[in-house]
């Protein structure tokens, strides 16, 4: 089993930057693809990024050109940088382990307990 830690939410100014991290156990992390996902109160949760074992990435329409999303195997560690912020990004954000096909589209097998972003206008 894997417990994923997310850290580094809070508050910030709309321009303004965070830098979100997941902290991972277990010594499979580098045979993972990772993933981040947000959840705003009436919205379902919607994925944000994910990198593969190999490095490659990719984001949603809404982040692309504005976060960044690495991983450091060493640490067990994925990161979420985010620049540029708006206030949609206001939502809770989550970590995410493990990809897989469920039959209708790529999901996690772990997850962590979310952290708050809050972006002001």
């Known amino acids: 089993q894997v417990q994923l830690v997310e850290s580094g939410g809070g508050l910030v100014q709309a321009g303004g930057s965070l830098r979100l991290s997941c902290a991972a156990s277990?010594?499979?992390?580098?045979?993972?693809?990772m993933g981040w996902y947000r959840q705003a109160p009436e919205n379902e949760r919607e994925p944000v990024a994910t990198i593969t074992t190999g490095g490659d990435t990719n984001y949603s329409d809404s982040v692309k050109g504005r976060f960044t999303i690495s991983r450091d195997n060493a640490k067990k560690t994925v990161y979420l940088h985010m620049n540029s912020l708006k206030p949609e990004d206001t939502a809770v954000y989550y970590c995410a382990a493990d990809r897989y096909w469920n039959g209708y589209s790529y999901w996690y097998r772990y997850w962590g307990q979310g952290t708050q972003v809050t972006v002001s206008s």
């Open positions: 277990g010594s499979m992390f580098s045979r993972y693809a």
